[in-house]
């Protein structure tokens, strides 16, 4: 979730884009950079590390005298990044703006191109040369080979090559007037002022200076001068806009208009989603993991798998266990890291030790890691987090890239950590050849699918679950029953209500409960069960059944068109039909909204709960 902002107009630009990328640190970033045009020269400064690193780099040009453009006051065009990295290391190199091959064009994205390998090669046999590893580089580079004097043009005619999800703004310095931007699914904003123009990754980058927007749709090009901006279709056919006035005050404007940061990260869970998958399944047929540097044929013959994470995390690694098992019938254990650690594990060599954690920073998850490679196993660490201990203590990574998340609760790393299981499930069936290909085919379609039906999902039942949560806000006790892979959903639900309302909960396998927990139901106990079609639906509705000859009230998740389910639960929140392995990722939706109405109901705030800290540091 890298942030962008540009600046075209009559001021000076450079502390206005530096102070626009203040704005949006809260995506999280471990670089930024800006360039200007400025005395007839493109002026670029980078730096990794926070914007603190990118000032003092900046003051240190201007000293060396190896630039004057950036600091002085004359340059009134400009765009700036934060970047996040996906495609790259963290390095100056690959923070951007990025240029072409005669450091006329720059460029800032926010954003995946998933064929930058193909273009790449391509680009290079013209003769292009890069300087960085990033995908965005591939941007300015195919902007020149576009260009014959019209720079409107020039990234029309990129943007008709380009793949993936992404927006970016590019410049040319003989157009020191003209801002151009692209959006491909990523959000791209133009601020109207006076005789200036701003254009961004959000509002925030600019709400200081002008609360007048245009919002730039999917597919569209704007380009942007001190005058005003005019965008088209990606036929180049003129779209007209009315422009919209921002009303949030700043506060909310960082929440990108909702009350919380949770309930923004709620409904950033589709793009999470798609920032995890996309590049890694570029077809129908298989999945790419080869930025992960796992050896296939060491997946190929891994004799087991162990899953070790904490909190959230370990319930993600438990909705993987299941895939695993069955796509790629390998057999998997899994075990809190904080339990793995203290007993005395027993890794082998062929053993592929994966730790979950959003973090890559929670002690437990790393000993327990460390623990597993010092027994010779291989370690691969799913993380949201470029740098952290995790990446440098593992074999390999797999990045969920689920963007920073603010509020403590997790919700969207989560969603993005059972993506990147499905994503190593179905690539280890595939390289064992446990699944048909027609079978691998239809689970990637699927997979694919799950951002449109995360927002179709959260769409239907927000309003249900608010009002389920108003009529069962002061209830001491729930209870969440759930068999198979309903049953970490429940488990996920269970820890998402006791962490943000304090209420007690209790999360267990439905075929348990007669084994004890049965006797703490009465009618005013609420029970949430998961019921999505599953091959064991029949078992949870008789375990429902049981629930409600005690009188307890019963709210069901189950899938759309499941009357059986709505016949017998008290109240129905339904999810999007997808293959019954791929529910989790929808099921957890309406638990979270409903364990956030309900803390709201109460006037809890969410965002930072008592006691609990985002991250656990290292011991
Ligand atoms: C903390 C957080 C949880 C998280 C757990 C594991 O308890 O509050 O939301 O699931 O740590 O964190 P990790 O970063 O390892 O996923």
Redesign the pocket.
Known sequence: MCGIVGYVGDRPCRDLLIAGLEKLEYRGYDSAGVSVISDGEIDSVRAVGNLANLRAALAEHVSGNGGVAVAAPPATIGVAHTRWATHGRVTEENAHPHGDCEDKIHIVLNGIVENHAELRKELQAEGHEFSSETDAEIVSHLIERHYHGDLAEAVRGAFGELRGHYAFVAMHLDHGETLVAARKECPLIVGLGGEENFVASAIPAFLAETRRVLTIENGELVTVTPEGATITDAEGHPVSRQEDEVTWDEDAAEKGGYPTFMKKEIYEQADAVAETITDRLPGLDGVDLSGVALDDEFLRNAERLMIV???????AGLVGRYAIEQWARVPVGMDI?SEYRYREPVSRPNDLVVG???????A??LAAMRLARDGGSKVLAI???MGSQ?TRDADAVLFTRAGLEIG???TK??VS?VAAMYLLALRIAELRGTLPPERISELIAEIKRLPSKIDETLANVDRRAAAIARSHKDQRFFLYLGRHIGLPICLEGA?KLK?ISYIPADAYAAGEMKHGPIALLDEDTPVVCVATDSPVLDKVLSNVEEVRARGADVIAVATEGSDRVAEVADQTLFVPRSDWMLQPILAILPLQLLAYYIARENGLNVDQPRN?????TVE
């Open positions: 994470a904490c909190g959230t995390s370990y319930h890291a979950i954690t959003q973090s890559g920073e929670t437990d998850t993380t949201n987090i995790a403590v609760a997790a790393t989560f950590q820890l962490e609990l800290a985002k991250t656990v």
